[in-house]
């Protein structure tokens, strides 16, 4: 059973404009979240994280977003540029679990249109 | 640094053949995993090793087995290949607390005939 969710296969949107990616999550276990962002042939690059102790977290052009109580988060990247398309992977791991594993969602892809 | 990185790149196996894929960090990580990823699937964990020593399995690990060399290589063995085997394999590492990122070698595409 799919514990992270990423209900959107694809977004598209304007060079400049935000991007905003959405995750939710079903295990209330997970306390650490990160995104990864993937290109075409390569492996997964880390993005940014967020502690469940925060709401926010800043880097950039991107921050994520947690709600807890929602069991949801969400990446916004601002401004877009097309260097950004790529696949955006949300994940989730618990510190309770032995080696931290990480729970993917299926993906969102990205397109940034100039 | 290298990073991760995997052996090979790419591999055909027709059914019932046998194959090791290679995994090698050199960031004196101690957690070393290996994912399998299908198209609109996103990855999938199929083990895991968090030190040395130590395996676990993971969310599909039936087919495989994996071998922790040493700290710095981690094995993942295909003893009779399937076509349902056929994916992208993702060997990463990480640090030993919870909040370390996980760092991905390029990925190893397997077809399975």
């Known amino acids: 059973d799919q514990q992270v969710k990423q209900n959107s296969p694809s977004l598209s949107v304007q060079e400049g404009r935000i991007s905003i990616l959405n995750c939710d999550y079903t295990?209330?276990?997970?306390?650490?979240f990160l995104w990864y962002k993937k290109y075409p042939a390569e492996g997964p690059t880390f993005l940014i994280s967020?502690?469940?102790?925060?709401d926010k977290n800043e880097d950039g052009r991107f921050t994520v977003f947690l709600n807890k109580s929602a069991k949801h988060l969400s990446l916004h990247i601002v401004p877009s540029q097309p260097g950004d398309s790529a696949v955006y992977f949300c994940?989730?791991?618990?510190?309770?679990?032995?080696?931290?594993?990480?729970?993917f969602g299926k993906g969102t892809s990205l397109l940034v249109t100039p | 640094n290298a990073g991760v990185t995997q052996t090979p790149k790419f591999q055909v196996l027709k059914t019932g053949q046998s194959m090791t894929l290679q995994c090698a960090q050199d960031?004196?990580?101690?957690?070393m995993y290996w994912y399998r990823q299908d198209p609109g699937m996103g990855l999938r964990l199929i083990y895991y090793?968090?030190?040395?020593?130590?395996?676990d399995k993971g969310e599909v690990p039936n087919g495989y087995n994996v071998s922790r060399l040493n700290k710095r290589e981690f094995s993942l063995r295909l003893e009779s290949a399937a076509p349902s085997q056929t994916s992208v394999y993702f060997c990463?590492?990480?640090?030993?607390?919870?909040?370390?990122?996980?760092?991905f070698g390029p990925g190893t595409r397997l077809t399975v005939l």
């Open positions: 967020i502690s469940s102790i925060k």
């Open positions: 295990n209330s276990m997970f306390d650490y």
């Open positions: 960031m004196n990580h101690n957690s």
């Open positions: 990463a590492s990480s640090g030993p607390n919870v909040d370390n990122e996980q760092f």
């Open positions: 994940a989730a791991s618990a510190s309770s679990n032995s080696g931290y594993a990480l729970n």
């Open positions: 090793s968090a030190s040395e020593g130590t395996t």
